[in-house]
């Protein structure tokens, strides 16, 4: 007869395997989670390649608010990154010089905000503007261009854009000086010893270019005295056309996203119950390409419905989220361009911050935001004019969840729980995973108090709330 032999495995071996099992399996579902949050990250953006992250800080004696564009290569992140945390640097400095002039009723600022425009299939320029007031009567603006191909990771410069560089630069200089001479308003303040100086070298210009013109950026006190404030020249591409890079002038041009309805707000209100207990949702800063799908499904889940205060520039770069929250049949306010605080700026400027916005939200999705809210709930007389003006009502919140400040899903879902009532208007972010991560406990619990879920509209609605604020809620 044949033995049958039998291996024993001692208990510490098989354990061993057993863990080592696991490990090599939670790795790879953990990368391949990763790599399928990246692809569908990528694929929200407008600017394929480009992610846009928006940081927000309030203290007792400063806000700040931050648009950093990232890519996928460290050979752009880097230069941009350095240059962010420089202005930072500068902006905590002065705050620090200046803390006796500061305190809650009046704060320093900083806003870091990006515009970007597409050059071709993987080109782009990303046009920072950094805006500090740390006490003064005045702000100080700084402009800062970077040029990326996200395709050969790597930083652009005029040469690979133009051909017949000398020529180029020369017909760039002389449309600078004509369009600086016919400038009545401008010529004044204008020193010609410093525009030549700056024009000399074309290493050190801050440009970017679309379809349209290249335009030069000339920061404050650069080429002009302070009362110019900075300078943007723009020269027309049709002068430019023969000294563009072949593959630049054919790929050069800007797809619109056509509207599709007449403008109109989206949101269906419905009435209400007089005697029912309603609350209103709302989320600041987005829309973000992980975090809001992640709300929206939490809200589908529970039957919820809410109010999504949009960024322009987050809008800019995710218009097929805004196009989701609306068909999901939630409502979209008004959370201004850049989140600057409004209190900061002059009439003009206010409008320029609500106007731009709510012409994104129409291009993204074909609808109208129904509302404003202030950055970090700052307004004053200038503001509530403009909103006037605008016909645009404001709104604020009578519960801070604090997520901006704890994220934590169990702080949030604790301060909600315990401030909320009837009529209260909540206050969360959808750019905080820990806000989506609470959410469903949250949604959960209140449903079970008896809680529905409606959009300011449908509250202020109810509540027979008139004119344009601002409105808080009930506490």
């Given amino acids: 007869m044949h033995k049958i032999i039998r291996l024993k495995w001692p208990a510490w071996a098989i354990l061993f395997i057993v863990v080592i099992g696991s490990i090599i399996t939670f790795t790879y579902w953990t990368k391949h989670s990763q790599a399928v949050t990246e692809v569908q990250q990528k694929a929200l953006s407008n600017y394929p390649g480009l992610h846009l992250e928006t940081l927000t800080k309030e203290t007792d004696t400063y806000t700040l608010a931050i648009s950093k564009p990232i890519a996928e290569s460290e050979a752009i992140n880097k230069p941009i990154e350095t240059w962010i945390n420089q202005q930072e640097k500068k902006f905590l400095t002065n705050v620090e010089e200046n803390k006796q002039l500061l305190d809650k009723d009046r704060r320093a600022h900083l806003n870091i905000h990006v515009e970007t425009e597409k050059l071709a299939d993987s080109l782009y320029s990303l046009v920072f503007t950094a805006y500090q007031i740390t006490g003064g009567a005045n702000g100080q603006e700084t402009i800062k261009t970077f040029n990326v191909d996200v395709k050969g990771n790597k930083m652009l410069d005029l040469k690979d854009i ?164 609306f068909a999901q049949g939630h409502e979209v306010g008004n959370h201004t361009e850049k989140h600057t605080d409004l209190t900061q700026l002059d009439q003009a400027m206010i409008e320029q911050e609500i106007k731009e916005t709510k012409q994104k939200i129409y291009q993204a999705s074909g609808y109208y935001p129904t509302s404003i809210r202030p950055p970090y709930g700052a307004y004053n007389e200038s503001v509530k004019q403009v909103t006037n003006k605008l016909d645009t009502p404001m709104v604020l919140w009578s519960v801070d969840s604090l997520d901006w400040k704890t994220r934590d899903p169990d702080a949030i879902n604790q301060v909600v729980s315990e401030q909320v009532a009837s009529g209260s208007i909540v206050l969360m972010h959808d750019i905080h995973p820990t806000t989506a991560d609470a959410l469903p406990q949250l949604l959960s619990t209140l449903k079970e108090e008896g809680y529905e879920f409606v959009t300011v509209s449908e509250l202020l609605s109810l509540q027979k709330a008139k004119g344009n604020g601002p409105f808080y809620g009930k506490s």
């Fill in 162 to 325: 133009l051909k017949g560089k000398d020529e180029a630069y020369d017909t760039i200089r002389t449309s600078v000086r004509e369009q600086i001479d016919q400038n009545e308003d401008l010529k004044p303040y204008v020193f010609q010893d410093a525009m030549e100086d700056a024009l000399r070298n074309p290493v050190n210009w801050k440009w970017s270019l679309n379809e349209k013109a290249l335009h030069l950026y000339f920061d404050e006190y650069e080429i002009a005295a302070g009362a110019a404030g900075t300078i943007e020249i723009n020269i027309p591409i049709a002068q430019l056309r023969a000294y563009l890079q072949d593959d630049v002038a054919e790929q050069l041009q800007v797809t619109v996203v056509e509207p599709n309805t007449e403008g109109q707000s989206s949101v269906k209100e419905k009435a209400l119950d007089p005697n029912g207990k309603y609350i209103a949702l709302t989320f600041d800063d987005g829309p973000h390409p992980k975090v809001t799908p992640r709300v929206l499904q939490t809200l589908h889940d529970y039957q919820a419905k809410a109010t999504f205060y949009m960024l322009g520039s987050q809008v800019e770069y995710y218009p097929s989220i805004v196009r989701d929250v």
